[in-house]
């Protein structure tokens, strides 16, 4: 157990994928929604190894005698190793300098975007606890797969520690153009931080391009191979590559078709679309980057403009409250309920509410069985990474009734073309297409969704992990035999 090409496996993350909390009746364990989480943990589950995350439940020390929790607690499949941090550790390298200085630069809403030498002095000190514990926990020759803006630095720290492991670090998030890269005071030390990894993966071609960009007009003595996807540095060699991120689909349609999400979606439809009244969904954790509120403008705009839909649309929107430390999400989720208000107050009958709100998460299979029931889904991203939502949202269609509407700067629009493309920029051609989409004949609506899964079949989550992990083990092959 625990080995990918005989190698153990280390996978590094900020979050972790059980949060144990203290009940008044017990201990109760979540998952938290997230995209980073949500695609490792099938994976772990499958390959068996060592997960590092930051332990931040009320219960988690007691559930990890020694720091590390099995999981599942019954017949375990890995170990979690948690890392603690301090209340002022949290504000400082999450909070602030990951979630109010990185994560708003590189979704490219620099107004958004503060950065402070403080905060990135505590960033860099986490980031040097999580290395010191990944070197603590790993066996020789192990594969170490660590991920996103909160832990740039790792690869490089952890290169320092333990100079015999291979590492590979994925970055979930779009990578920004170098002028905008370029207004984080620090950024130079995260190209460097980043460079420890002998893999670096990105989701689009573009990302790979401004990485490689910005590292070629960051630094001298440097070496860069545009077209093959190759930096030299150092004296080593570090593969920089394109691997989208996607989903278990065959998970995913199983789940939907057991008897019980299958009587909960019909639930949902008997609800929301009877009498042919149409259903719309959409799935966001609470952030600015996912364009809720200008997802909300352009439904305004569409019982507006037409007023034949009145009735006939209902819209359920499934919106998680995350982060909410920053005050920006605070101040979104009141936005959010403002606009909903907005649209409800001007359009509502006695009998229909153009605009439902679930304001919490949903466990999996009801997820998945909302996504099942639904006539048409929304994913107007202003910038994603990837966005799971879309990938998640064709793989639950098992009845392809539905049609996508994707943000095309949102990553998985590259892969999802048989999707409908709105922009979050734009609310009146986002209700002309939704006005599009609601009279799109079945055939139709069937032939795009069939191609969409032909492809997820094609390009799973395993494949995903199969290919940063084998592009690892082979860049270290080669090291050894060169
Ligand atoms: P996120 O920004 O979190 O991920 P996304 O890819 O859409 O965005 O993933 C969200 C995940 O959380 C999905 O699996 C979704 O089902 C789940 N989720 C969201 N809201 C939920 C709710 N209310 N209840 C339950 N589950 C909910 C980051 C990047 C993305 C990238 C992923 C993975 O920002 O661009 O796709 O990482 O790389």
Redo the contacts with the bound molecule.
């Keep these: 157990m625990g080995t990918f090409a005989g190698r153990p496996l280390v996978v590094v993350t900020n979050r972790e994928p059980y949060v144990d909390e203290t009940t008044r009746t017990g201990i109760r364990h979540v998952q938290r ?4 989480v ?2 490792l943990d099938p994976l772990l589950r499958e390959y068996g190894g060592d997960w590092v995350a930051w332990g931040s439940g009320t219960a988690d020390r007691l559930t990890a005698p020694g720091g590390v929790r099995p999981v599942p607690l019954k017949n375990p499949r890995y170990r979690l190793h948690r890392v603690y941090l301090s209340a002022e550790e949290v504000q400082g390298y999450y909070t602030r300098f990951a979630n109010q200085g990185i994560w708003p630069l590189s979704h490219m809403l620099i107004e958004r975007a503060r950065f402070s030498r403080r905060a990135w002095s505590v960033y860099r000190a986490v980031n040097l606890k999580f290395a010191r514990r990944v070197a603590r926990e790993s066996r020789p020759t192990a594969l170490v797969f660590s991920h996103d803006y909160q832990l740039a630095l790792v690869p490089s720290l952890v290169r320092q520690l333990r100079p015999d492991l291979a590492i590979a670090h994925f970055w ?2 779009p990578w920004p153009v170098f002028t905008v890269l370029r207004l984080c005071p620090q950024y130079q030390e995260i190209l460097r931080g980043l460079l420890g990894a002998d893999v670096l993966g990105f989701q689009t071609p573009d990302d790979v391009e401004s990485f490689l960009t910005s590292v070629q007009r960051s630094f001298r003595h440097v070496s860069v191979d545009h077209r093959r996807g190759y930096i030299q540095w150092q004296g080593r060699t570090i593969a920089v590559k394109t691997f989208p ?1 996607s989903v278990d689909i065959a998970a995913i349609e199983e789940t939907v078709a057991t008897p019980r999400v299958t009587r909960w979606s019909n639930g949902i439809r008997r609800h929301f679309a009877r009498n042919s009244r149409q259903l719309g969904v959409s ?3 609470a ?1 600015y980057t996912k364009g809720i509120i200008p997802r909300l403008e352009a439904l305004h705009e569409f019982f507006n403009r037409y007023p034949q839909h009145r009735g006939q649309v209902s819209f359920l929107q ?3 409250p995350t982060r909410s430390e920053v005050s920006a999400y605070r101040t979104l989720f009141r936005q959010v309920e403002q606009e909903t208000y907005r649209i409800n107050q001007a359009f509502a009958t006695t009998d229909w509410t153009p605009v439902i709100t679930i304001r ?3 466990d999996r299979p009801r ?1 998945m069985g909302l996504f099942r029931a639904a006539d048409f889904g929304l994913v107007s991203s202003l910038f ?6 879309a990938k ?1 949202f064709v793989s639950a269609q098992i009845d392809r009734r539905g049609v996508l509407l994707l943000s095309e700067t949102a ?1 998985a629009s590259l892969e999802l073309d048989q999707a409908l493309t709105v922009s979050p920029w734009d609310p009146e051609g986002f209700a002309q297409v939704l006005d599009l989409a609601l009279s799109m004949p079945l055939e139709e609506r069937r032939q795009r969704m069939q191609a969409m899964q032909q492809h997820l079949h094609q390009h799973t989550l395993y494949d995903w992990a199969t290919d940063i992990l084998s592009t690892l083990d082979e860049m270290v092959q080669n090291y050894v035999e060169s």
Aim: glycine share 14%.
């Design positions: 929604a997230g995209g980073v949500s695609a979930h998030i991120i799935v966001d954790r952030d499934v919106v998680v919490r998460s949903l997820l994603d990474g990837m966005n799971l939502v998640e990553g």
